[in-house]
């Protein structure tokens, strides 16, 4: 069940750190229609994106210890950024065709 909140988190976490910029922005089709965020707006979500992947360490860390819990933050990590990823990209050809 933990794996599963770490996977959230990360997720998240990749999420606001790809919505911060603007090509990613415009790449979501209910994004797209409102005006990009400022440049305070930006810094908040890449930080807060980044507070978020810390978080996900630290419950890692804290369920299966230093030795396992970076290797399953590793794994749940590739795992969040091959999903955003792929959902960023598939809602970008989307809009395109």
Same mark, same amino acid.
């Given at each position: $069940? !933990?794996? +599963?909140?770490?996977?959230?988190?990360? @997720?998240?976490? /990749?999420?606001? $750190?790809? /919505?911060?910029?603007? =090509?990613?922005?415009?790449? *979501?089709? /209910?994004?797209?229609?409102?005006?990009?965020?400022?440049?305070? &707006?930006?810094?908040? $979500?890449?930080?807060?994106?980044? *507070?978020?992947? *810390?978080?996900? &360490?630290?419950? @890692?860390?804290? #369920?299966?210890?230093?030795?396992?819990?970076? @290797? /399953?933050?590793?794994?749940?990590?590739?795992?969040?950024? +091959? +999903?955003?990823?792929?959902?960023?990209?598939? +809602?970008? #050809? !989307?809009? =395109? #065709?």
């Amino acid at each position: $069940m !933990t794996i +599963f909140a770490v996977l959230i988190i990360s @997720c998240l976490g /990749f999420s606001c $750190m790809a /919505f911060a910029k603007p =090509k990613h922005w415009k790449a *979501i089709p /209910f994004l797209s229609r409102l005006r990009h965020p400022g440049k305070r &707006v930006q810094e908040l $979500m890449q930080y807060s994106g980044a *507070i978020l992947l *810390i978080l996900a &360490v630290y419950t @890692c860390q804290l #369920n299966w210890g230093w030795a396992l819990g970076l @290797c /399953f933050y590793v794994g749940v990590l590739s795992i969040a950024l +091959f +999903f955003v990823s792929l959902l960023i990209s598939y +809602f970008e #050809n !989307t809009i =395109k #065709n």
